[in-house]
C-alpha cells in the first residue's frame, strides 16, 4: 500500500523516482544549454559588428591621415559605418570619442588613439 501513496524528493531510490529526477534534471540542463547557445551565438555576432566597425574606422582614420580625405569626407564614412549601430543604440561613440578621432587625424595629440 506505501507503493500506491508516495511523496518522492530527490533522495528517494526507488528506481521509477531515480529514472523522473535524471530526466527531468536533463532537460533542465539541455533548456541551459539551449540558453547558453543562444547567447554565445548574440555575443559572437556582436562581437564581430564591432571589430569590422573599429577596422572601418581605423582604415578611415588612415586614409585622413594621409591626406586622402576631407573632413566632411571622413564625417560621411563614419556616419555610413556607425549609422546603422547608433540608430538602435548599440554604438557608444560619443562627442568626445569623435573629437578624439577629429584631433588625431589632423594631428593634434594621440586622443586615445593609437597612431599606429
Known amino acids: 500500500m506505501t507503493d500506491d501513496i508516495h511523496s518522492c524528493s530527490y533522495y528517494c531510490d526507488r528506481p521509477a523516482c531515480i ?11 539541455e533548456k541551459l544549454q539551449g540558453r547558453f547557445d543562444g547567447l554565445q551565438t548574440q555575443f ?29 569626407q571622413i564625417a560621411q564614412e563614419l556616419d555610413a559605418i556607425l549609422g546603422n549601430d547608433l540608430d538602435h543604440g548599440m554604438c557608444d561613440l560619443d562627442g568626445e570619442r569623435v573629437g578624439a578621432i577629429e584631433r588625431d587625424v589632423q594631428g593634434v595629440g594621440n586622443g586615445g588613439i593609437d597612431s599606429g
Open 19 to 29: 529514472k523522473a529526477q535524471r530526466d527531468e534534471l536533463r532537460e533542465s540542463v
Open 44 to 72: 559572437d555576432r556582436l562581437r564581430d559588428a564591432y571589430t569590422d566597425d573599429l577596422l572601418s574606422i581605423i582604415i578611415v582614420r588612415d586614409k585622413a591621415k594621409e591626406g586622402r580625405l576631407t573632413l566632411e
